[in-house]
């Protein structure tokens, strides 16, 4: 009788606007409220603002600007997930539109799909389905890049800020 492997593993999918991002379990440390962040002037709209966590302050991001989406509207289910940094630094916290939900995952239940026209090839490694759910998989080596420049950066003309319960668009 042969042995049957069962490869399975877990994931997260976390909510955002009309939308869900698939990380590795791992790269997804905690989930906290939105009441905690210093918004942001003078950098690119996406880059919310920064939380403090411990004694480490952490860049706050919307992945919907980020992609080019309109930005969402922090409601009372908008949260702030920590993911651990790929490059080695204290990490950032990506804003959601929910709890993040731990996913198991197999062959089976994970199939490949294709990516949507308003996914840039930049940022979006590729689309899963999930069931009846669809997800993209980030790039994250990239998105701590654009996180690191944006922070670095001098911008001359600063961009619009995000506010919190602003109407997107």
Known sequence: MEAQVHEEFYGQLLPIEED??????VAVQEALQMDRIDLNTGSPG???GYTKLGDKKLPVVSMEGLLGRPMP??????????????????????MTQGQP???????KALQSAPLE????????????RIANLSAF?????????????????DLS???????????PG
Do not use: F, Y
């Open 20 to 25: 869900r991002v698939l990380l590795p379990a």
């Open 46 to 48: 996406w880059l919310l």
């Open 73 to 94: 509207v922090r409601s009372t289910r908008s949260r702030m997930v920590r993911i651990i940094s790929m490059t080695g630094a204290s990490g950032w916290m990506l």
């Open 101 to 107: 939900h731990l996913t198991p995952l197999n062959a």
């Open 117 to 128: 026209s308003r996914d840039p090839l930049e940022l979006v490694l590729s689309r899963a």
């Open 137 to 153: 998989i980030p790039d994250l080596e990239e998105i701590e890049r654009l996180i690191l420049k944006a922070q670095r950066s």
């Open 157 to 167: 003309e600063p961009l619009p800020d995000w506010q919190p319960g602003a109407t």
